[in-house]
């Protein structure tokens, strides 16, 4: 790429491809564009502190500079432990780049809000939940994400997590 871009800059006739390889490129159907971004990650648990320290853990094991889009959405408004169904809201529109956003839940009413949130609708974004344990979930999501996969491979990794064993 270096070497090219250095041709082009002194003599583009260097690098212009044969006649055969441009009829070629103009015969070729259009691809449909890819939507820019990448999938988003959001944690909803009842503790603000667990969805937070989850996101920056997730973070922080990507491994690179440039993680995927992840958001907390833990506790009430005021602080306290429970699930808020606007900061979850909040959070979806926070991390959506057009590629889909997978929502980890850690138990009982983070789930049954999330669900609740899924059947109104998030403005035309792909939000689906993700089955798959809060911590190990997250963090294969988020690098999955941050690697460029599609929906269905952050979901498929999150998933993978379950059968992690310890020992």
């Given at each position: ?65 440039d ?33 889909g ?34 911590v ?32």
């Amino acid at each position: 790429m270096l070497v090219t871009a250095l041709y082009e800059a002194t003599d583009p006739e260097l690098c212009a491809a044969p006649p055969e390889r441009e009829a070629e490129a103009a015969e070729a159907p259009a691809q449909a564009a890819e939507p820019a971004g990448r999938v988003g990650i959001v944690l909803v648990s009842h503790s603000r502190d667990v969805a937070a320290s989850t996101a920056e853990l997730a973070k922080a094991l990507v491994g690179t500079g440039d993680p995927a889009p992840a958001a907390p959405a833990g506790g009430l408004p005021d602080g306290s432990v429970g699930t808020s169904a606007d900061l979850v809201r909040r959070a979806v529109g926070a991390v959506d780049q057009g590629r889909g956003v997978a929502v980890f839940c850690d138990m009982g009413s983070a789930v049954l809000t999330v669900k609740a949130l899924l059947a109104e609708g998030f403005g035309g974004a792909d939000v689906r939940i993700a089955d798959a344990p809060f911590v190990e979930g997250a963090v294969s999501a988020l690098v999955t994400a941050s690697a460029g996969g599609d929906l269905a491979a952050v979901l498929a990794a999150a998933d993978d997590a379950r059968a992690y064993r310890k020992l």
